[in-house]
């Protein structure tokens, strides 16, 4: 059992910038897949980033179209820890962010298999 938590969540201005983290208990996270997700009110939880496993010292990114070039998913194993850090951020990244570890990699939520509980992000305009 992986356990999950999200922090890091707040009150931004549209181009302004956040980190939000995802720590681990239970399991290391070094053998599992990492991803972000995010919920906005009356919509769908959706993909928005994921990481691979490290192998070799080097890992892979996905990241959805809407934050492409503007998020960057990393993690830090040593530290069990996932982030994901936000540039010029827009008032529809507004939402709640979950972190989800997965064996398999892929952007469906059925993909993954433990989840953190969220951190709500909120972007000002």
């Known amino acids: 059992q992986v356990q999950l938590g999200e922090s890091g969540g707040g009150l931004v201005q549209a181009g302004g910038s956040l980190r939000i983290s995802c720590a681990a208990s239970?399991?290391?996270?070094?053998?599992?897949?990492m991803g972000w997700f995010r919920q906005a009110p009356g919509k769908e939880r959706e993909f928005v980033a994921a990481?691979?496993?490290?192998?070799?010292?080097?890992?892979?990114?996905n990241y959805a179209d809407s934050v492409k070039g503007r998020f960057t998913i990393s993690r830090d194993n040593a530290k069990n820890t996932v982030y994901l850090q936000m540039n010029s951020l827009k008032p529809e990244d507004t939402a709640s962010y979950y972190c989800?570890?997965?064996?398999?990699?892929?952007?469906?939520?059925?993909?993954?298999?433990?989840w953190g509980q969220g951190t709500q992000v909120t972007v000002s305009s």
């Open positions: 989800a570890a997965s064996r398999n990699w892929g952007t469906a939520q059925l993909t993954y298999d433990y």
């Open positions: 990481i691979s496993r490290t192998i070799a010292g080097a890992y892979y990114t």
């Open positions: 239970g399991r290391t996270i070094s053998t599992y897949i």
